[in-house]
């Protein structure tokens, strides 16, 4: 192992806990490739990057919305 990746508390194991099968089984895909691999390619980390963003604005807009439907309801 090159590299060693920390999950931070128990978030992840309880973000993990929820998810499909399928999709633990492709996060666990990415990190095995993140642990052992020495160099990793500019492309496959541009493509993670890309994801992360498009889940970040998407978890970005459900807060906005939730924020607004509670300030309409006070």
Do not use: C, W
């Amino acid at each position: 192992m090159i590299r060693e990746i920390i999950t931070f508390g128990h978030y992840f194991d309880d973000f993990i806990k929820k998810l499909h099968p399928k999709v633990v089984e492709k996060i666990e895909y990415i990190f095995d490739i993140i642990e052992t691999q020495e160099r990793i390619s500019e492309k496959f980390v541009k493509h993670i990057e890309m994801v992360y963003s498009r889940l970040e604005s998407n978890i970005k807009a459900i807060f906005t919305e939730f924020s607004f439907v509670l300030m309409r309801e006070n």
